[in-house]
């Protein structure tokens, strides 16, 4: 089959060419010129038509993502790619403080933030939700010293509750709440640990995965968890035909289980990682 396709292809070529030479002849001189440089002349210039109306497409400039530096990107991160490489479009990560990454993306110097809570649009109104989620983690409110139940968010209020820049989850949990705002996880913890802070809000992941890497040894989660965070991939509006043809890739995988997949192997890469001396 795949040959009798290809005799097809050639033959087309061909005839192609052939109704090219017999066109082209007409707008080639003749009379300064022997026949046989009229005919070559002719076929030349078929043969630049052919060639230009078969060269491949101009391959589509790479989309470019801005994201935070987190365990919860890394596995957003590598569910994106694959998205993306299904759909055949070239992708370029770049690292930013968290609140940066969503700024750049909004005013068009990114065409796109890797995840982000459902909502983000209302504030960075450039933003289009490409609406499949990628990631779901749990909130929860870790602690040095102070013992209580959680009941949402407002049982925090009488703590110094620490979170992080751009993480706007714990951004609107807490706002009007004596909040002590870091720029990184690493930070975050570290103060929590030394008694610097009372209680701090982040993920699971999170925090399972810093407190290994930082040998915490004052530092734990309350129960019960705050609640639940869908994360959702964003893109500039100028990538509006992007957003179904990324969400139809997203809800493959997930139908799939590929999401599932990948967030397992990350996270155990991740725990390897932090482990290793």
Known sequence: MRAHCGIVILSIIALTIRAMTTLASLFVPTARAPACKGKAGAAMLAALIVGCALAPARAQPAIVLGKSDSSVTRISEAIVREAYARVGVALQVRQFPSERSLQEANIGRLDGDMTRIAGIEERYPNLLRVPVP???VESLVYTNRAQFEVKGWDSLRPYRIGIRLGIKF????????QVQVVPSNEQLFTKLELGRTDVIVSTRIEGSLMM?????????????ALGEVTLYHYLHKRNAALVPKIAAALRAMEQEGRMQAIERDELARMVAQVASP
């Open 134 to 136: 990628v990631l779901h």
């Open 212 to 224: 290994k890497k930082l040998n915490t040894r004052h530092v734990r989660a309350l129960a019960p």
């Open 170 to 177: 714990a951004e609107d949990g807490t706002r009007g709440m």
